[in-house]
């Protein structure tokens, strides 16, 4: 493919030579008459030919500009954008290939065998990940995928490993994925709930937020989350509903119940506020903040 398009490009150089070698015949004489006569006799052969030699170069300049911009610059962005386009295709057949391997020598196992390898590459890539290892992460998992095409762990590994890298386009792309698959995935709606809360938007993720709540979730971190959120938009009656769910969920959490004090003292929640006071206490008795909150309680 390459050499054909060498050869291509070889002939549009060839025929463009051609073209102003006939140019160059074409106007040589009459360049040289042009205009000349009208010059005094006494100037001499030598200004007449530098005359001519000049406007030769003119013209023969626009002629190569003009067959530059129309053929040679055109063929050039041509033939440099097929040669990167076969370059990047080679290499992704080759990372292709690498995995097929790997894929058809996993296939070779039995069925519980199989699930096993799968269930150690997968717990190997997480490792990876929480190590910051993310160039071996990604490999690993998405070794994971060629074998498992719907593991949905796997998926939110690489996005988190896409986050970390400061690649959020391709995060969001396995994201929406994932839900592609299952609607309902809480982990891949959190994960673009807190894309969207790391951008400041804040009318996005409780939109997210809420999809997840609505579907009856009893992980007391997204109702802590979607309290947060709701609290950032000013909604602070909502906001202590989600924190009050997620200390239902989860007792004696002292970062839920601080969260929980403290709308409980801006919705101006006396009793409420005494009670979690207490909850607080007994869970994290070394809270800076806990003087700083009786005198808020007692204010209200």
């Known amino acids: 493919m390459l050499l054909t398009l060498f050869i291509i490009f070889?002939?549009?150089?060839?025929?463009?030579?051609?073209?102003?070698?006939?140019?160059?015949?074409?106007h040589a004489t009459g360049l040289a008459a042009v205009d000349l006569e009208i010059l005094p006799e006494e100037k001499n052969k030598e200004v007449k030919t530098e005359m001519a030699e000049k406007r030769l170069k003119r013209k023969f300049g626009m002629a190569t500009k003009k067959i530059s911009k129309n053929y040679l610059i055109p063929l050039g962005a041509f033939l440099s954008a097929r040669i990167k386009k076969i370059y990047y295709k080679a290499m992704e057949l080759e990372r292709h290939y690498k995995r097929e391997t790997k894929r058809q020598s996993a296939i070779g196992l039995a069925n519980?065998?199989?699930?096993?390898?799968?269930?150690?590459?997968l717990a190997a890539g997480l490792e990876f990940l929480n190590q910051e290892k993310y160039k071996e992460a990604e490999d690993v998992l998405i070794e994971v995928?060629?074998?498992?095409?719907?593991?949905?762990?796997?998926?939110?590994?690489?996005?988190?490993?896409?986050?970390?890298?400061?690649?959020?386009e391709q995060a969001k792309e396995v994201y929406n994925f994932i839900l592609k698959m299952d609607l309902q995935n809480n982990p891949a709606l959190a994960g673009l709930a807190e894309m969207e809360m790391a951008q400041n938007n804040w009318v996005g993720?409780?939109?997210?937020?809420?999809?997840?709540?609505?579907?009856?979730?009893?992980?007391?971190?997204?109702?802590?989350?979607?309290?947060?959120?709701?609290?950032?938009l000013d909604d602070h009656k909502n906001a202590l509903e989600m924190y009050?769910?997620?200390?239902?969920?989860?007792p004696s959490d002292p970062r839920y119940l601080d969260y929980l004090l403290e709308e409980s003292i801006l919705n101006k929640k006396k009793y409420l506020a005494y009670k979690v006071f207490d909850q607080l206490k007994e869970a994290?008795?070394?809270?800076?903040?806990?003087?700083d909150f009786k005198k808020r309680i007692e204010e209200i």
């Not at 519980?112 to 590459?121: A, E, G, M, V």
């Open 10 to 26: 070889i002939i549009v150089v060839l025929a463009a030579l051609i073209y102003l070698g006939l140019i160059f015949a074409r």
């Open 244 to 250: 009050q769910k997620a200390v239902d969920l989860k």
């Open 205 to 232: 993720a409780r939109e997210v937020y809420a999809k997840i709540i609505a579907a009856g979730t009893t992980n007391p971190e997204y109702y802590c989350d979607y309290g947060y959120v709701l609290e950032k």
């Open 145 to 168: 995928i060629s074998l498992d095409a719907k593991n949905a762990e796997a998926y939110l590994g690489l996005a988190k490993i896409y986050l970390a890298t400061d690649k959020p």
């Open 112 to 121: 519980n065998d199989l699930l096993n390898h799968i269930k150690d590459k």
């Open 284 to 291: 994290n008795p070394e809270n800076q903040k806990l003087d």
